[in-house]
Structures are given as structure tokens and as C-alpha cells.
């Protein structure tokens, strides 16, 4: 069933690269989007399978000597975020019906990036792991590179990959080293956690987690190894930030909670106070950042930043041991995977609200727009509410979950957890102030030579695609359960494996 | 003592095929000297056969002990027919119709043939003649085609080769003196026993002949000149195949001849690895004519499959990385130099901007091929780094581990340099784009499915490879 979920879209797009690329349009259009809802379907279907622990397991044996295996399988943890994933590619599947640029392409490399996403989300082996990772970087590279915006896009893309690369490199570093700890030799997850090889710490162990650490801190990112994303982000096509930042942030903080935590406990408990000191730096910096830009999407790249700062904060939390109860790091957890699919959901709305603008103003500097709401008043509607979901607005998805990780890690890392809470101040402010710049005030509209007129309201495909992720962020904050009662009990096995 | 020639039925093929192969081209016209090329195919596949009946039997040694017939040598013997069948295929657009496309057929299997005796060497004196063997029709190959350059390039390579074939004779003379035998077996009790500064010098002279022959730092430097001088077919095989047989040689002369407790070869080694793969690798960068640029590719690649040899015996895993990455660079390279060898006229990296939209399949073929030299899952290069990574830190050279992985990463720079422009869209000249026929890219096509084969394979080839060479074992 996994299997099916993972590689339905590759065989789609493997039979769509023998299309000639004269076809039709909707052809290559139509069919990204009913294999994405197909596969949306599917995730459904997984969902509402009873069951606990890792279900839907599968395993082959693929490189036996050296300890590796095709294993896949969810639980609580990763389920939320494979239904992140198929969600929000069906969102960029809608978004990406007026894409006109090398269509057959296009679609083919999207659909490839969707199975390694997937992938990523279920795997179970370290090295299956790194394979979805690293084939991410190749195909968000040529994505960048392809339909980003001109010269300055390569530049990025080369950015992008050697950054992600270099982080990738260093995790597999880490992966060598728990395989050769572990007895007998086995890169595959679910043996780690059990046989906890690094159990008595040492140098080796801090070694492992430094490198996995590095690694993922490289793609979710965090201070100081961001400065890859907001060139990345700004030079992307809107669908590719869409999924770089709601889908692909996602591995380094899923990375986490699936690799780092529970496989080496000891250590993660030893060092959990980096993980708070880095997200809370993070959370500040990325905001204070954020606040200083003029191009909206550089502004919300780098609110990602922030926002993966209380990710890390909630997985530091839930290793600081001493002068917390259990409930509280299991609170904060549940608050970090909460966070991720709200970030999912939320910045991905953002960044293809950001493809609307440019795709009218041909520019992202917001000193270029003013007065927008009356011109577009749907959009303008739109981008509210997402702007007000990103700033962790109560009834929203990001508030249940910064408010799950605030009251988590508040007993065992109260300063940090006080500063981190500054940070949403500065969230809300520069959102705020985006909003009264662009929308509000005397209109005034890009004059650029080749930008096109009228500035048309958003298109029945852009809505189509949208606003189901606002509601569904909506869903989430005012009827949480339904997603909480999924990561909770993978929570709280999470917790006893990091206090064991 | 076993002299049975059967034994080497792989070898005495090549060698029957090469010389039937001369004397039937001698009396052919030129339309139809395809014939030979046919036969060598032939006795490539044959050869292909007879390794694999050979690897059901137990391993043996035969003439004396003087070569080794065990899973090094088989595999050899498999990566070795399996790039002559891909130069055959490679080089038939080019060398079709030529007045010496014989010559160049019987160059090729002679230097295979020189390839696979080094890996089955057992003793220093057939190590030498394999040496020279795998050398002489290479220098031949590389002034194939009678351009000033490839003149040039031919010279450069004759006279390094001359100079560090020289040096490994004399090392061999210098190993016999000291340990008393030619001989692995008997030479390991010997080298135990001998002086470490004689013994140190003699292994430096010979390992100087093996690193020349592999395009090692710092043997290498004839690798660029060669590489870019001559034609991609040619170009193609002299940076493939000797390497197969040389990086074999060169661990299991180590491995079963060396005593590490006597003389700590694996630093030696480890040292090499690194210059290698960081010197290939910051010469690479700005290289702009293709064929240069793979050239110093060849190089770092070399470093990475050093770091396997400097954990030998150190690591389980140390054999079966070398010869998995060395199956996989071989399709890797071959597929590379295959898609050179498709547009001759598009020399420089520029030349191939916008090769995508006019040919995407042999575009999808290159990204594939470089993309597998860098290293990216699920190639067969991703499975030779990880298991020579793994064998590296399992055999306490973590920090070379490291290095490599930072090399690898700066690789990825100039790999990307070269694919860019070719998904990029088309603003020169086409010229530079015409295709030379259908068997290259049929060729690039084919190893760059079995590069991804081999990767998703690994499960099963990995096996096959790990029983360690004859003469270790008790």
C-alpha cells in the first residue's frame, strides 16, 4: 500500500516522459492532478486505517551485506506528514494549471519529487532515507535552476545544492557511524532503536549526532545554516518554494524526531540544550530578518526560518530532563510535529499567494504595490487570513501548535521559551506591516514595462488551490483532534524512548 | 602445480581473438574489417562465459603460484569484458570505415588483456610483464589516430610510462633482493624479515608503476593531456580500463605481500587517496573542454577507490568496495564518454548549452552519468561510496572519510558546471551539436541503465564479491 502511495506518481511521470512533449497541455496538467488526488485518496484510506505503532510495514531485503533493507511503514509521527505531502503537491497539481513553460517537464520532475518526498516520510532504513533525501536536492535543484527567474535562479539552484548537498554528506557520515556501532551491522531504523548502539556516549556518539545534526539543521534550516534558503526560495518558481518550504524543510525537522531522537536517546538528552539554544536563535533572528525585508517572498522565506526555530525548540525541550514532568516534553513534541504540518499548510499558501503577485506585478518588492485590496479584493482577502495563520492567530493551526510547544518546554527551558515568544510579537508585527503596505492605502500598481494588465483577481484554479490549505489550517486549529490523536500516541513513545 | 590452460580460457581468448582479429584484418578490405570487431565481440562475450563457469569453481592458483584465479581475478575478468564490449559499441561511429580500424580493435583487447593479468598477477616478475603488457598497446591506442595531438599525447604517455615503468622494475629488482622471493606468498614471509627502509623504497618504485597505470597522483600526469588529445573512444578506454586491473593489482600485491605490520603501506595509501581525489578534484574546477574536465575527474575518482585498498584487510568490507566501485565507475565513465563520443564536434562545456531540448533522452543519459560520478542515490557510484566510506571508518581512517565526503561535495560543483548549460536553453550554434551515429548514444543510453541497475542491484552483486584473494587465506 506504501509502496503503491510512494511510487504511483514516478510511474506516472516515467509514462509521461514517453508522451511527445507536442501533446496537449492538459493532458500532461490533467493527469499530474487526478494522480495527485488519486494519491491524496490513498493517504486517506491509510489514515482511517485502524491500528498502532508502524503499520503498513514492508520490508525486502536489498543489500544484505551491508545491513540494508526496502523498509517503509507509518506511524504517528510520519503519517501527518505524508498526508502533508499529498495535500499540498495536489494544491501545486491546481496551482500549476496555467503553467505554460516546458509543461511536460514540469510536470514529470513534480511528480518525481512527490514520490521522493513520500518516500522520505516512510522509510524506515537509514539509507532509504538518504536516498529520497538526496534525490530531493537533484530534482528541487533543476526545478530552481529550470523555471526560477533567469541568471540569478542558477545561481541559487548551484547555492541550494551544494548547501543540501554538503548537509546530506555529513548525515550519511552519521549513518556509518550507527551502522558500524550497531551488532550486528544494520542501517535499518526500527533495529537501531532497539539495540540503542551508542548507549554509553563517548566521543563517537557526540560525533554521530554532530553530523546528523548538521545535516539536518542544513535543510530544515536553522541559524547559522539558512543562508541557502532565502536566495533559493526568492529565485523558485511559486509552486517549487511552495514545496521546498512546506514539504522539504520538513525532512531536516522530520530527521529529528525519526533518526536523531530516538536512536541516539542518551546523547540527544546531553546535548538537547543546543537543539533549544539553536531553535530560539533561530526563532529570533529569522524574524528580526524577516522584519528588514522589502521583497515579500525573502520576507517569508525567512520566516520559515523562524518557524522552524520552535520546531527545534519543541524536540530540545523533550530531551531536557531535568525539572520537566513526561506530560510536558511529550506536550512539546506533539507541538513540534503539530508545527510541521502547519507550516506545511500555511507557508505553502503563502508562497503561492507570492506566484499570484508575481505572476500580475512581474516583482516581489513590496514597496511596488499599494492599495492592492481594492483592486483584488479576494486575494487580498486570502492573503489575510494566511498571514494572520502564519503569526499563530488563535483558531489556527500554527497557534496549537507553538502554544503546545510553549507550554511543553516552559518548565525545562523557561528564558528560551520567554525569548521564543518574543518572536511571534515580531511575526505578527511584520506581517502587519506587509499587509498595510501592500493592500492598503492609495492603490498603486507595478509600471514595469511587459506587466501585463489588468491586475485580475485570483483565477478559479489559484483559489481551487489555496484555500483548501487555509482551511484545512483553519480545521486543524479549532478541531485539533482528529490530527492530535495520530501524534499523540507516537509522542509519547517518542518521549520514553528519549528518557530510557 | 596446475598448468592447465584452461584455466585461463578468458585470457586466451582475448589474446586468440586479437591476433586472428590482426591477421584477418590484414587481408580485409576496409568496408568490411567490422568483421573483426564482430569477432572480438565475440570472444568478449565467450570470455564473459567462461568467468562465469570459472567463478563456480573453487578458486586455484596455476603456474606455479604465479597467477590466481579467484573472485579478484573473475571479477576483473567480468569489469574488464563487460568495458570491452562498451568501448567495442562506443567507438563504432567513430572508428568505422577507418584504415585502422583493426589496429584499433587489437589495441583495445591487447590492453585489456595486459589489464587482466595485472589483477591476477600473483608474482612480481608477471606483474611487470602485465605491466607492460597493459601499457604498450595503450600508448599505441592514444596516438591512434595520427593528429598532432594525439601524437603529443601519445609521447607524454609513452615517456611517463617508460619513466615509471623503469622505476617499477627497479623496485621489483629492490623487493627481490630484500625479501628473497618474486613470488606474493613467499615474498610476505620474506618482506617480514627485511630491512623497512630497502623493503619501504622497492614497494614505493613498484606502487609508482600501479599509479601510473591507474592515473594516481602522482602518476597522473598524463592523464589530462592523454584524455584530451585524443579521440573520446580512445579517451574513453584508456582512462576505464587499465584502472580495473591496475587498482587490483595494487591490493592484492598490498594485501596478500605485503606485511602492514611491517611496513605501514595503508598511510601510504591513505596519503595517496587524499591527494588524489583533492588535487583531480581542484584542477577540475575550471576546466573547460569536457574531455579535460573528465579527465581530472578520472583523477579524484582514483582517490576515492584508494581509500578501499588503504583499509585492505583492515575492513570485511574493504574488497568488496573496491571491486563494486570499480564495476561502478567503469559503466559510470563509459556512459560518460559515451555522450562525448556521440557530439565529437562539442568540445567545450559551452558547446553542449541547450543539448536537452535538441536531444533530451542523451541529456537525460549524461545527467544520469554525472550525476552517478558525484555520487547521487540510486547509481551505482552511491553504493561503491558507501561501502568504501563504511570500510574506511570501519578501518580507522575516519578522518579520510571526511575528506572524501568534502571532496565529493566540491566535485558536485564542476559536475553541475557541465550540466547546467545543457539544460539550459539554446542560444549558440548548433553545429557544435550534430550527433555522430546511433551506436553512441545507443551506448550512453545502456550504461546509464546499467549504472542505475547496478545500484539497485547491489544486494545481489555485493556478495559475489567479498571472498577474500587466494593466498591470504590459510
Redesign the interface.
Known sequence: MLSVIVFLPAVVAAALLLVPATAPRRLFTGAWVLVSAVDLALVVAVWLAPGSGFRFEERV??????G?SYHVGVDGLSLPLVALTAVLFLACAVFALRENRGVKSYVALFLALQTVSLGLFVALDL?LF??FF??SI?FM??LI??WGHGERA?AAA?KF??YT??GS??L??GF??L??AAEPHTFDVVELVAADPLAGGGPVAAFALLAIGIGLAVKTPTVPFHTWLPPAHTEAPATGSAILAGILLKMGTYGFVRIAMPILPGTWRQYAVIAVVVGVVSVLYGALVALAQTDIKRMIAYTSVNHMGYVLLGVGAAGIVTGSDEQARQLATTGAVTQMVAHGLITGALFLLTGVLHDRGHTYDMAAYSGLAARMPRFAGVFAVAAFASLGLPGFAGFIAEFQIFTGALASAPVATALAVVGILVTAALFLRALQRVFLGPERLPDAPGTPRPFADLHASETAAIVPLLVLATVIGVLPRFLLDVIEPASRALVELVTR | MNENPAALLPELLLLGAAVIGLLLGAWLPRTRQWLVRLLAAAAAVAGLVATAVAATRPDELVFGAAYAVDTPTNVTRAIVLVAVLVALALSVDATTGHRRETEFVVLLQLGALGTVLLAGANDLLLLLAAFLLASVPFYALAGWDGSALGTEAALKYYLSGAFLGVAMLTGTAILYGVGRATGYGALREGLAAAPVAAAGVGLVAVLAGLLFKIGGVPGHFWVPDVTDGTPPAVAAIVTTIPKIGGLVAMYRLLSVAVPADALDWPLLVAVLAAGSMTLGNLAAFFQTTVQRLLAYSTISQVGYLLIAIAVAGRSDLAQPALLYYVAGYAVTNLGAFAVVAELPHARTIEDYRGMARRNPALAGALAVCLFGLIGTPPTAVFVGKLVVFTAAVDGGFAWLAILAIVNTVASVFYYLRWIVPTFRSADSDPAALQPAGTWSAVTAYACAGLAVLLGVLGGVVLPLMATQPLSTMP
Open positions: 531485503a536489498w543489500m544484505p551485506t551491508v540494508i539509507i538518504f536516498l538526496d534525490l537533484v535543484y533543476f535552476a529550470g542558477r548551484l545544492f551544494l548537498f554538503l554528506l555529513a550519511l557520515l556509518i557511524v551502522y558500524l
